[in-house]
């Protein structure tokens, strides 16, 4: 059903991955025949430019623009001082100054600036995480014929979507990689796997349901299509094929991991998100007291990131990956594509 929806060849979206990839990925997605997706939240103005042109001369199939839309909440001196004095010991260890530490953070929800840089491209499909953007920016995306979809963490969710203007949802189990999309409620506990929660919006949402998390073969796929999804995302699978930009440090500690070594915390950035437990997951906690809310933690943890880097370590670095993988080296995302869509029945 979303290959008429997006007027793709093949039923799969490739996940918006923020820091490992660029519109070259996108791109190969899209010449496969499936849905690549940009992520555009952490872009400039000028660099969502640049990365619209890459992405336009690259394909001319259709192609997904990706958005965050959360409320931006105060980041009050209370916060700040409590995180800081959690984080205090590993200043002392990287020499960070507090004062160089800024209270501006760098993801920023959907803004009409960036509808009016957008709008002359006319995405085929725009995705988002965190429910929806305000019904004005939303009408603007859909008059110029623009398919929208999110991502639900509940069934809740998922039918909140369907009734506030989404063309499809995305149904993320607790498998996947990278952030959580969840809105309405902040209680992880009501997450469930992929397929328990696609089967369950499949039930009792009218739109079409594409699965996400812990999809990394063709059973995986075929799998899911069983259980009724129209379609699936799929993420970690590409993270390190030839087109993604995943640095030295994360792709070694994905080929390091041991099984189950994935854990959802929010130290990177104040929300939910799973990625391969490191040095400061483990010593503090994936989830401890005291983090800012989204997206203020990002500000700190960025600085000790920056130092560790530097020295080698990835110690402070978010490893976004899903608790399912496929070890794939030196093969392009469009062939990942192919073979992940084998078992699809058309």
């Known amino acids: 059903m979303i290959r008429t929806l997006f007027d793709i060849s093949v039923a799969l979206i490739q996940a918006p991955m923020a820091g490992v990839q660029d519109a070259n990925l996108a791109a190969s997605v899209c010449e496969a025949g499936g849905l690549g997706s940009l992520p555009c939240a952490m872009l400039s103005n000028q660099q969502l430019i640049e990365q619209l042109e890459l992405l336009s001369r690259s394909t001319s199939k259709p192609y997904n623009l990706n958005f965050f839309c959360h409320s931006t909440l105060q980041y009050t001196k209370l916060q700040k001082q409590q995180w800081h004095s959690l984080l205090a010991p590993y200043f002392n260890e990287y020499a ?84 959580r999309g969840h809105f309405l409620s902040m209680d992880l506990s009501l997450h ?43 993420g970690s699978a590409y993270l390190l ?75 402070f670095s978010p490893l976004w990956c899903g608790q399912k993988y496929i070890l794939r080296e030196n093969i392009s995302a469009a062939q990942i594509t192919q073979i992940l869509m084998q078992k699809w029945s058309v």
């Open 96 to 179: 960070i100054a507090e004062s160089s530490l800024t209270d501006e953070a760098s993801r920023q929800p959907i803004n009409q600036s960036v509808i009016d840089i957008i709008a002359p491209y006319k995405p085929a499909v725009v995705s988002f995480h965190f429910g929806l953007p305000a019904p004005s920016l939303l009408e603007q995306i859909k008059s110029w014929g623009t398919k929208v979809i999110s991502t639900a963490t509940t069934v809740e969710e998922a039918k909140w979507l369907a009734d506030n203007g989404a063309d499809a949802v995305i149904a993320q189990g607790l498998e996947a990689g990278g952030h």
């Open 241 to 315: 094929c030839n087109e993604a930009t995943t640095s030295k440090l994360h792709r070694d500690a994905i080929l390091a991991q041991q099984k189950d070594s994935t854990a959802l915390t929010t130290l990177f950035s104040g929300r939910a998100a799973r990625g391969v437990c490191n040095r400061v997951m483990q010593e503090l906690g994936a989830i401890p007291a005291h983090v800012p809310p989204f997206p203020y933690a990002s500000i700190a943890i960025t600085a000790l990131r920056s130092k560790a880097e530097l020295l080698g370590g990835s110690g």
């Open 192 to 234: 469930k796997s992929t397929a328990e929660l696609v089967q369950e919006c499949v039930a009792h949402v009218s739109v079409p349901i594409i699965a996400a998390g812990g999809i990394a073969t063709e059973d995986d796929v075929a799998h899911m299509q069983t259980l009724g999804a129209s379609g699936v995302q799929v």
